[in-house]
């Protein structure tokens, strides 16, 4: 089956992401559809449990929700105010203990609301919609009862996650063939990764990588090496059912969709990535997307104040993929560019010739009020990408983040860790265990051994620091000690010859350092597209015609060396820049409806037990070289001191996470 425009995902219709369609759902296909013509009720009451509220502050604002009628948000379990003469829309999921509450909330003589518009954010069984058609009192005062069909949490344009935090702990751990949690997780995972699909209507090929006993008959299949094979059984499953429940649903495949884990890339949740967006999480110690800085109030005083990192801050969508070096240098062109072209502000700054500091930027925003928006987004920028240089020039990241790339890429080993460690005592913590931790990774069969423990007592690792690193055995597939045909063994080998025989580091001319590193996901996707992927390795659930190859305008890629587990490439940071002031650096997305219209099939990647930032910056850079949308799914998305957390979690221990320390 070849590629065209009939088969796109997207149709003739006006192009809108991933996160924009899910938005549509919630305000127009469940909020809006709740408003009768004929009813004196303007206001309703929108009743959420703790899920469906993530999946609804991922996707809208509040305000979104108030022009839709909604005057207030209530949780479902917690005790509420009667209000009789209200409407009340219920968005939760399809579980006993709501579906209990909420037919306490509208039966008998005094209901809580007037009339109530249920919907539930996946299937929900048979039994539980007897139980509601059961209770006469409540069904007349039902004016909806819908599978919304919608549980997951839009992260990104380009991203969501599932909310499975534990499940590498669930799935991977020591114990988890033992534990009841692990079907559980990986059925609602299913669930939920399918009302992705059901959302877009859109029917996938579910590729999915194969246990390593289906490789070579002598390996041990255990349920840890299963997740990916029962985790694509179930979305099929899902899928299936959808087909013939879901109006309008496509009856033919019309995307793409490839299921891995965490162990065909153990590397990329550790290593320390160079882009503004993963440094800001990784260095500052930010609470989710919120960051919190000081700023000059009109008195004078200084107070605090917190802002939200996302896509309606325009600089930040302009460089949270770019390297640091890189938003730096923007920073200051866009800066030095608004004061050249506003006498007022060059008046001001007449006094300093030297560079302007946070606390000059507020004073400007002072002097000039009808400028206030954009040096207020700026002297933000500025300041944080001040204090990440700052970070990088205390804890000498550059030698930590040079000698992690060296080693992924064949150019360091064992020599250079120990002599690194010597020379580097007061190298913090955190920094020799995600360097150990990454060797690990690359050499597992000498961690287990005498030169492990010798590596971990010269780098002073605590206790848990320690099983941290030997943690890592657990995400290497189903047995890394053996060496057979699987991908997994095959990678180890790889790493045995370039340890015993090293080649001298090929110079490339790169426009920023430290920015050659990739998550691994690239090279799949690239596969993927140009039908590279071996079938062995990576079997589908319903496999494609002999002609289908996606996108037919891929570009060959080139030859990957086999004496790394990434191959060098040229660094592509330096960009061309999009603007020059901060207010206009939204230009880069003025085309974006009219280039999506023209992309083929959506590719969807979904990642069990944790994504990264440089995999998420991966999607948006090859949707625009494949010209294909690329969707990232994933449990939970992990900065790299929670991902460690997660790796301490994994072995056969009574831990908890307040006990653990990053």
């Not at 004078?300 to 990192?309: F, H, P, R, S």
């Not at 072209?341 to 006094?351: D, F, L, P, T």
Request: hydrophobic share 35%.
């Amino acid at each position: 089956m070849s590629m065209s425009d009939s088969d796109s995902s997207y149709g003739g219709t006006e192009y809108k992401n991933f996160r924009q369609i899910t938005r549509d759902r919630l305000l127009y296909e469940m909020l809006r559809s709740t408003k009768v013509k004929e009813s004196k009720v303007t206001w309703k009451v929108l009743i959420m449990d703790k899920l469906t509220v993530k999946i609804m502050s991922n996707s809208c604002k509040m305000a979104d929700v108030t022009v839709e009628g909604v005057s207030l948000v209530e949780d479902l379990h917690k005790r509420r105010q009667p209000m009789p003469a209200m409407d009340a829309i219920y968005f939760m999921q399809p579980l006993k203990e709501n579906v209990t509450t909420f037919l306490s909330d509208m039966s008998g003589k005094s209901p809580l609301y007037k009339k109530a518009y249920v919907f539930f954010s996946s299937p929900i069984s048979k039994e539980l919609v007897s139980h509601i058609k059961n209770d006469r009192s409540v069904l007349p005062r039902i004016g909806a009862l819908s599978e919304m069909n919608l549980e997951y949490f839009a992260i990104d344009s380009q991203g969501f996650v599932t909310d499975h935090e534990r499940a590498l702990e669930e799935l991977f751990a020591e114990n988890a063939e033992n534990s009841r949690k692990y079907n559980a997780c990986l059925n609602t995972m299913a669930t939920r990764i399918a009302t992705v699909f059901a959302s877009l209507k859109e029917f996938p090929y579910v590729r999915y990588r194969a246990a390593k006993s289906s490789l070579d008959a002598s390996t041990m299949t255990t349920l840890r090496d299963l997740v990916p094979t029962k985790l694509a059984a179930g979305i099929w499953n899902c899928l299936a059912r959808y087909k013939t429940t879901i109006p309008d649903f496509p009856q033919r495949e019309t995307c793409e969709l490839l299921i891995v884990d965490r162990s065909v890339d153990q590397i990329a949740p550790i290593i320390h990535e160079w882009t503004y967006d993963a440094m800001c999480h990784d260095l500052l110690n930010m609470e989710g997307n919120k960051y919190v800085h000081e700023v000059l109030s009109k008195s004078g005083t200084v107070e605090k104040k917190e802002v939200l990192l996302e896509d309606h801050d325009p600089i930040w969508l302009e460089l949270r993929h770019a390297h640091i070096g890189d938003a730096s240098e923007r920073l200051h062109e866009k800066m030095a560019n608004f004061v050249s072209r506003n006498k007022a502000a060059q008046i001001h700054n007449s006094r300093d010739t030297g560079d302007l500091s946070t606390r000059d930027l507020q004073k400007m925003v002072q002097a000039l009020p009808q400028y206030s928006e954009q040096i207020d987004k700026l002297s933000l920028h500025v300041e944080i990408a001040g204090k990440i240089n700052n970070v990088i020039k205390e804890l000498g990241l550059r030698e930590v983040g040079q000698l992690e790339q060296d080693l992924v890429f064949g150019d360091a080993g064992t020599k250079e860790i120990i002599e690194f460690l010597r020379k580097n005592q007061d190298a913090t913590r955190e920094n020799k265990l995600r360097l150990l931790m990454i060797y690990a990774a690359m050499y597992p069969e000498k961690i287990d051994g005498d030169k492990g423990a010798k590596l971990m007592q010269l780098a002073r690792l605590s206790a848990d620091d320690v099983i941290a690193v030997n943690n890592m055995r657990f995400l290497g597939g189903a047995d890394t000690k053996k060496t057979s045909g699987g991908v997994f063994s095959l990678k180890f080998d790889v790493h045995k010859k370039r340890h015993a025989a090293r080649k001298a580091r090929n110079e490339e001319a790169e426009t920023w350092a430290l920015s050659r590193f990739y998550p691994m996901i690239e090279e799949l996707i690239e596969k993927l597209t140009k039908g590279e992927l071996p079938k062995n390795e990576y079997q589908c659930m319903n496999e494609p015609s002999p002609t289908y190859h996606g996108s037919a305008s891929v570009q060959s890629s080139p030859v990957h060396s086999a004496h790394s587990m990434r191959s060098k490439r040229t660094a592509t940071w330096a960009r061309p820049r999009n603007s020059d002031d901060g207010y206009a650096s939204d230009s880069v997305l003025r085309h974006a409806s009219s280039d999506f219209r023209k992309m083929g099939q959506r590719i969807f990647i979904f990642i069990i037990g944790g994504a990264t930032r440089s995999e998420l910056r991966a999607v948006h850079k090859l949707t625009s070289k494949l010209k294909r949308e690329i969707i990232l799914g994933s449990t939970s998305l992990d900065d790299p001191p929670q991902f460690i957390t997660k790796v301490k979690l994994l072995n056969d221990q009574d831990f908890s996470v307040d006990d653990l320390e990053i």
